[in-house]
């Protein structure tokens, strides 16, 4: 059969290089094939969704970004300063927690979904019109964030006004001044031109982008145990390949926007100058806690064990 495949980035950012392995992988393997849909040819992330839980699409990719409303315990990965930096800690976190691969599977089920994987997608880097060295530097500067009401609460709590919108409205509204900043990974600043509509790019350390692939449930549950091993391997298969291929990637991106815009900034913030923002962080989880009750604590408190093994597993 052929089974379709949407993503929220184009076919050479990250999810599609991950889309393309997984598609080299099943096809190598089975008698299936897979048709990819990168991001822009049959809607927004909200769209994708949507298509994949009524099973006109077998596989998507979408980013807890946007799966907020939907899955309120997704809002997990936008506490600010939970998720490390460091690739290697991400890679294994997000192999081995349970969190990800026992705790999170049943939620989505419970919409529809088979989660197959996460995987991060690299440090969050804020994008903005003036610089900002402490959170009195973002007041009234309108960030666009993704449709996550955890993500909104943060960059209220880090001093700024937040702007909820779709991707497809992010550049125009920096062109016309709407909204004066974002974020996103360094590749995605660099392949989305953000550096054409920004001039100034900061590092908190707030966060790494987590992104998710998920099946329809009810087609995944119809495939023989030998299809859906087909897919495991897949799936395992262009999981190392994304980590492989960010090796460097964010280095890279700067590299290409430098050269792109010379008079690009960035400004990576001290550990004291990150102070306030961690500060503010105390009440963003305090508030993901209000959000989602006992489910979201057990959700948290795995999160924080699995990080810990993680980085207890790769830091010796
Ligand atoms: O900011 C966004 O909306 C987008 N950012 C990334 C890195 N991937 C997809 C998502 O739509």
Same mark, same amino acid.
């Given at each position: 059969?052929?089974?379709?495949?949407?993503?929220?980035?184009?076919?050479?950012?990250?999810?599609?290089?991950?889309?393309?392995?997984?598609?080299?992988?099943?096809?190598?393997?089975?008698?299936?094939?897979?048709?990819?849909?990168?991001?822009?040819?049959?809607?927004?992330?909200?769209?994708?969704?949507?298509?994949?839980?009524?099973?006109?699409?077998?596989?998507?990719?979408?980013?807890?970004?946007?799966?907020?409303?939907?899955?309120?315990?997704?809002?997990?990965?936008?506490?600010?300063?939970?998720?490390?930096?460091?690739?290697?800690?991400?890679?294994?976190?997000?192999?081995?927690?349970? %969190?990800?691969?026992?705790?999170?599977?049943?939620?989505?089920?419970?919409?529809?979904?088979?989660?197959?994987?996460?995987?991060?997608?690299?440090?969050?880097?804020?994008?903005?019109?003036?610089?900002?060295?402490?959170?009195?530097?973002?007041?009234?500067?309108?960030?666009?964030?993704?449709?996550?009401?955890?993500?909104?609460?943060?960059?209220?709590?880090?001093? %700024?006004?937040?702007?909820?919108?779709?991707?497809?409205?992010?550049?125009?509204?920096?062109?016309?001044?709407?909204?004066?900043?974002?974020?996103?990974?360094?590749?995605?600043?660099?392949?989305?031109?953000?550096?054409?509509?920004?001039?100034?790019?900061?590092?908190?350390?707030?966060?790494?982008?987590?992104?998710?692939?998920?099946?329809?449930?009810?087609?995944?549950?119809?495939?023989?145990?030998?299809?859906?091993?087909?897919?495991?391997?897949?799936?395992? %298969?262009?999981?190392?390949?994304?980590?492989?291929?960010?090796?460097?990637?964010?280095?890279?991106?700067?590299?290409?926007?430098?050269?792109?815009?010379?008079?690009?900034?960035?400004?990576?913030?001290?550990?004291?100058?990150? %102070?306030?923002?961690?500060?503010?962080?105390?009440?963003?989880?305090?508030?993901?806690?209000?959000?989602?009750?006992?489910?979201?604590?057990?959700?948290?408190?795995?999160?924080?064990?699995?990080?810990?093994?993680?980085?207890?597993?790769?830091?010796?």
């Amino acid at each position: 059969a052929t089974w379709r495949y949407a993503f929220e980035e184009a076919i050479d950012e990250v999810q599609g290089v991950f889309a393309q392995k997984f598609k080299e992988e099943v096809e190598a393997n089975s008698d299936h094939t897979i048709q990819l849909f990168p991001y822009g040819t049959l809607g927004e992330s909200a769209d994708i969704m949507e298509q994949a839980q009524s099973g006109i699409l077998q596989f998507v990719d979408q980013s807890p970004g946007f799966t907020g409303s939907l899955i309120p315990e997704a809002q997990v990965f936008f506490v600010p300063y939970l998720l490390p930096q460091d690739t290697e800690t991400l890679a294994t976190f997000f192999k081995e927690s349970e %969190a990800i691969n026992e705790m999170f599977p049943e939620l989505y089920a419970e919409q529809g979904l088979e989660l197959l994987t996460m995987f991060p997608e690299g440090e969050v880097a804020i994008t903005t019109k003036e610089p900002f060295e402490s959170p009195d530097g973002l007041n009234e500067v309108k960030v666009r964030t993704m449709t996550n009401p955890l993500l909104v609460e943060s960059y209220r709590a880090f001093g %700024a006004t937040p702007t909820p919108l779709p991707w497809g409205e992010v550049y125009g509204a920096l062109q016309t001044n709407i909204i004066q900043g974002q974020e996103n990974p360094m590749f995605f600043v660099e392949s989305t031109k953000m550096y054409e509509v920004t001039d100034y790019v900061t590092m908190i350390g707030h966060n790494n982008f987590t992104t998710a692939v998920m099946a329809n449930k009810d087609f995944y549950d119809g495939l023989s145990e030998e299809e859906q091993q087909v897919i495991g391997n897949a799936i395992d %298969a262009a999981f190392e390949h994304i980590i492989e291929y960010q090796d460097g990637l964010h280095e890279e991106s700067i590299e290409k926007i430098k050269e792109a815009k010379p008079s690009m900034t960035f400004t990576t913030l001290s550990e004291e100058e990150r %102070a306030p923002f961690k500060e503010a962080a105390q009440a963003v989880e305090q508030e993901f806690l209000e959000m989602t009750g006992e489910g979201g604590q057990e959700i948290l408190d795995q999160m924080k064990k699995d990080l810990e093994e993680a980085e207890s597993g790769t830091s010796g």
